[in-house]
């Protein structure tokens, strides 16, 4: 006798909800078993309203990267920010954290993703093209590479500076070292060679 499965349309969506990051079978499965058991019809509907706008409405700022919607980008278009300051990060989504931490008031540029020849990954696969292009217009003083101290993030660090160094631009790093609040005996060997690099007087 064949074993007893779920109907098609909910295979499906278990399926779907599984491609999520961070949702595995399990939890897509309690998430279908929810939505149709108790019948969350305003929430599927909802969910599904949300999607589609997205969808239709947002989409990559061609400058700096972030999510734009055809009113515009929140960043580029607003006034009053540093135009000698450019802050280059991996994602988009790295944009926010030092969004909310208020502490720089500069212009971003993301390079959706970072160079990672494991993962097939070269300079010509992320936006450093459309990077270096904003560089030579000049406008920047002085350029933040706030990338993972990874050894991808390494990597695409040093690339960057060997391509900007014929341009005169200032080029600095994210201080690395300890966090706020951590201890000796929990950090790793780099964390402390950054630590100690990385220190300033009192």
């Excluded at 931490?101 to 020849?117: D, E, W």
């Excluded at 002085?142 to 991808?152: H, K, Q, R, T």
Aim: proline letters at 5%; glycine letters at 10%; one cysteine or more.
């Amino acid at each position: 006798m064949k074993p007893l499965e779920y109907p098609e349309p909910v295979k499906h969506l278990i399926l779907q909800l599984k491609q999520l990051p961070g949702i595995g079978p399990k939890s897509a499965e309690r998430i279908t078993v929810w939505l149709l058991r108790d019948r969350a019809e305003s929430v599927m509907q909802s969910i599904a309203q949300s999607l589609m706008l997205a969808d239709q409405e947002v989409g990559e700022c061609g400058v700096c990267g972030f999510f734009a919607t055809s009113t515009g980008c929140a960043i580029c278009d607003r006034s009053g920010r540093d135009s000698s300051v450019l802050c280059v990060v991996e994602q988009a989504t790295d944009i926010l954290p030092l969004e909310k931490s208020g502490a720089f008031q500069g212009y971003y540029h993301s390079l959706r993703g970072r160079i990672s020849p494991l993962e097939n990954v070269g300079p010509a696969d992320i936006r450093i093209d459309a990077l270096m292009s904003r560089l030579r217009q000049g406008a920047f003083a002085e350029v933040i590479l706030a990338l993972n101290s990874d050894v991808e993030g390494e990597a695409t660090a040093n690339y960057l500076m060997e391509l900007m160094a014929p341009l005169g631009i200032h080029v600095t790093r994210l201080a690395q070292g300890l966090p706020a609040g951590g201890g000796l005996e929990s950090a790793d060997e780099l964390t402390l060679l950054r630590a100690l690099e990385g220190r300033r007087s009192m």
